[in-house]
């Protein structure tokens, strides 16, 4: 089995249902929680910002959310590009929206990576 770059992984996972992509993040995080690996030199490219921070700071990271109203407008805009009447503003509009969930995600990712490499996150 061939391993898979980062930016074709996202790209499969964004073409992803939201609640499967819910559900990916979900189980990518908990895998982070749970892994309790010692970081490598590749994995910390990144995380030299984060490291700085404090648990507290990481922490509200790690609990980071899309706003409540940029949500509603993404749970409409998928809803409109399902039924196909989307206009080219909107899908632009969808695609921001979509890429804004991703850096949420990465971010809460390597908060929760750098908190679980000094031992605080109990998970």
């Given at each position: 089995m061939s391993a898979m770059s980062v930016p074709k992984a996202l790209e499969i996972a964004r073409r992803?249902?939201?609640d499967a992509r819910l559900e990916l993040a979900e189980k990518l995080l908990r895998g982070i929680r749970t892994a309790?690996?010692?970081?490598?030199?590749k994995s910390q490219r990144g995380l030299e910002t984060l490291a700085a921070l404090g648990n507290a700071?990481?922490?509200s990271l790690a609990d980071a959310a899309l706003a409540p109203s940029r949500q509603r407008k993404l749970r409409a805009l998928l809803r409109k590009n399902r039924e196909t009447t989307l206009t080219r503003a909107e899908h632009a509009a969808l695609d921001e929206l979509l890429a804004e969930?991703?850096?949420i995600?990465?971010?809460k990712a390597k908060a929760l990576y750098t908190l679980t490499a000094r031992g605080k996150n109990g998970g």
């Open positions: 992803l249902p939201p309790r690996l010692k970081p490598t030199a700071e990481l922490q969930t991703d850096r995600a990465l971010l």
